[in-house]
């Protein structure tokens, strides 16, 4: 049996089919450190999935500078990228569907991975009027009055 702490003897203690293949566990280590004397280190095991892109020279040698800049391996970066980009672009559709009246305020925030308040809260920031106009009022109000 390998080492305890060793990360490559974790990694040999996973089976070899969940090692195989484009959908890889990914070993994750946190480490705590209460004194100088005293370090204790989980490891987080996570499925993933490898995805690969093309990219120009100039836009790998930005991706190496913001690494260089943050301290962070490609890898992660481009991970955490991938991440705000992908936040930015739900917000956005949903703001897109929810302006062309495609969805409702739930729904949008929905796709937004928000709560409904908090796309309440940026609709003046996104120039978005509230889609509630006389004949929903009247009908929230009939539904309020027949509460007990």
Wanted: charged share 25%; aromatic share 8%.
């Amino acid at each position: 049996m390998p080492a305890q702490g060793n990360a490559l003897g974790i990694y040999d203690l996973i089976p070899q089919s969940q090692r195989d293949g484009p959908n890889t566990l990914c070993v994750h280590a946190l480490k705590f450190t209460i004194d100088t004397s005293y370090t204790k280190t989980y490891f987080v095991y996570m499925p993933s999935t490898t995805i690969s892109t093309r990219l120009e020279p100039d836009e790998v040698a930005l991706l190496d500078s913001l690494g260089d800049l943050s301290g962070t391996d490609r890898s992660s970066l481009v991970r955490t990228l991938l991440r705000r980009g992908m936040k930015e672009l739900r917000l956005e559709q949903a703001v897109d569907a929810y302006r062309r009246d495609t969805v409702s305020l739930s729904r949008a925030a929905e796709i937004a991975g928000l709560s409904q308040w908090d796309f309440v809260a940026l609709m003046d920031t996104e120039c978005l009027d509230l889609h509630y106009g006389v004949d929903e009022f009247e009908s929230d109000l009939g539904a309020i009055k027949t509460l007990p």
